[in-house]
């Protein structure tokens, strides 16, 4: 017999496993051993508005009854080896999933990264942070398993409408992540375990038959009219296929100059752009779970979100938190030389000594007009000079410029600064001369704002460090909206974040998925 219960538990009821097994068979007035009783948890999510944190918890019992695999979706991976080919432009989640769900369809996958496979790409990451020696091909933001590999792996959407939020996350767990990513309100994997779910994907791909090609870049996109045929690599190689998705993620400018330069469509696209702040842990738990700053044994690290709109020369435009990461560390995400970008993670513990997290200003196309000039590109252009402002303001190496919070805000010198998670190190700036001054002035009433709803929050035992400007995509490749084939050149299929139509692990594996059908149901046949 199965039974559904909700409760609305403390910490301790929900998060200690005998505790809450306890709770669990007095509520249904049964006792272990009485009968063959197994529990487990199907949602969980905090509710900390209160004095008192609770939890609310929906329960399964199964009495006398073997439980159902919480897996319910069937995937089946076929030998596909001498099927007509997909090339895939990308191995972020969008060309991942993507690649599975060709190989369900009977199509053969072959995926081209510019960047290393997953191990290979530690070593680049060790020379960003320790010698400031930036890899345009293997970074924090290419390679294997693309920016979502190492950052917090938040998995949470709200882009239902995108595809099967369920079915990615099972296949997840398929392929090794915990079943706990199926069970929070919030889920997330963590930086530590993200390279190990990758490198499972890439498995199954390769057992299938698809093809995988590390440090391959595409240099070109070959066309036979308004159709694609194929693309070339660095090397000089054709590759051809029955199609082209092109997941290359939000950072791949090379991509969008050469789409541009072959005049295929692009638009520019709004985007955002800001910083990173940094407080202790224990002041975000205080603040957020009311307590003294020990959270206890029971609660995860706290999180927040925030949003403000505010207004400059009579504009109005959203600040909003971004890419929270609780217990995390920030890193450096720079793609090429000359530049200077900062982007947060957390491991899937979640227990570092502190939080962090993107807070970032809307640019609208009307807010630059001097990069009108660069038509599609403008946006970018615009991404491109602050990130290079930002890297002289640190010393022309990956050391980032930081300012304490309020003195930020009061627009102060800071004398000094705090311990950080940022390995590169810290340059004390003026970040209202780093940042543009619409996106400073910006900040500055945002902040004051989110120091009213969180009492505590806006303080000098914060800091913040810049720029935070990977937020999305700058540039846009449009596609229709039924086939999401390219409106001017066939058999293109632009995917995911790089693309604009994305905005996470989750939403970019849905968009792959729904490329890979979309292109599978008009060519593959």
Not at 4 to 14: D, K, N, T, V
Not at 306 to 327: A, D, I
Not at 448 to 470: D, H, P, T
């Amino acid at each position: 017999m199965k039974k559904e219960i909700q409760f609305r538990l403390s910490p301790r009821e929900a998060f200690d496993e005998k505790v809450f097994e306890k709770k669990v068979l007095s509520e249904l007035g049964l006792h272990k051993g009485q009968d063959n009783i197994q529990i487990r948890q199907t949602k969980r999510s905090i509710d900390a508005r209160g004095r008192q944190v609770k939890v609310n918890v929906s329960v399964e019992t199964f009495i006398n009854e073997e439980p159902s695999s919480r897996v319910i979706g069937e995937y089946r991976y076929k030998n596909i080896e001498n099927a007509s080919s997909v090339i895939i432009v990308g191995s972020g989640p969008a060309g991942l999933f993507a690649a599975l769900r060709v190989i369900e369809l009977g199509g053969k996958p072959i995926i081209l990264e510019r960047g290393k496979d997953v191990r290979s790409r530690r070593r680049d990451l060790a020379a960003i942070n320790k010698e400031h020696l930036v890899n345009p091909e293997s970074n924090y933001c290419f390679g294997e398993g693309g920016a979502g590999t190492y950052s917090d792996g938040k998995l949470y959407t709200r882009s239902k409408k995108r595809g099967d939020i369920r079915r990615v996350l099972e296949i997840m767990v398929k392929f090794g992540a915990t079943e706990q990513i199926l069970v929070d309100a919030h889920p997330h994997i963590g930086t530590n375990k993200l390279p190990g779910l990758v490198k499972a994907l890439r498995q199954q791909v390769l057992d299938a038959g698809g093809e995988i090609h590390f440090d391959t870049r595409v240099d070109n996109i070959i066309l036979n009219g308004n159709e694609v045929i194929g693309v070339k690599t660095q090397e000089g190689e054709t590759i051809k296929g029955l199609g082209v998705i092109l997941a290359t993620g939000h950072s791949a400018r090379d991509i969008y100059h050469l789409l541009y330069q072959k005049k295929i469509l692009l638009e520019a696209k709004p985007f955002a752009l800001g910083v990173r702040v940094e407080h202790n842990q224990s002041l975000i738990d205080s603040i957020q779970y009311h307590c003294a700053g020990d959270r206890g044994p029971y609660l995860p690290a706290s999180s927040y979100s925030l949003v403000q709109q505010t207004y400059f020369e009579g504009k109005q435009r959203g600040v909003f938190s971004f890419c929270m990461c609780p217990g995390g560390f920030i890193v450096p995400a720079a793609t090429s030389p000359g530049e200077l970008v900062v982007n947060g993670m957390s491991p899937s513990r979640r227990d570092g000594k502190f939080a962090n997290s993107g807070l970032v200003a809307a640019v609208e196309l009307e807010d630059i007009p001097e990069f009108a000039q660069f038509g599609p590109l403008a946006a970018m252009e615009f991404q491109a000079k602050v990130e290079k402002t930002a890297w002289k303001a640190g010393g022309k190496t990956q050391v980032a410029p930081a300012q304490r919070l309020l003195d930020f805000v009061e627009n102060k010198e800071s004398q000094n600064l705090l311990e950080t998670s940022y390995q590169p190190g810290l340059q004390t700036s003026n970040m209202n001369e780093v940042l543009p001054p619409f996106i400073a002035v910006r900040l500055r009433d945002a902040f004051i704002a989110f120091g009213k709803k969180m009492k505590g929050y806006l303080c000098n035992e914060a800091q913040i460090i810049g720029v935070e400007s990977r937020t999305s995509s700058p540039v846009r490749i449009p596609r229709e909206k039924d086939s999401f084939e390219h409106p001017q050149i066939k058999r293109l299929y632009p995917c995911g974040e790089g693309a604009g139509y994305a905005g996470g692990i989750v939403s970019a594996a849905m968009d792959g998925e729904r490329c890979a059908e979309k292109i599978m149901e008009k060519y593959g046949k």
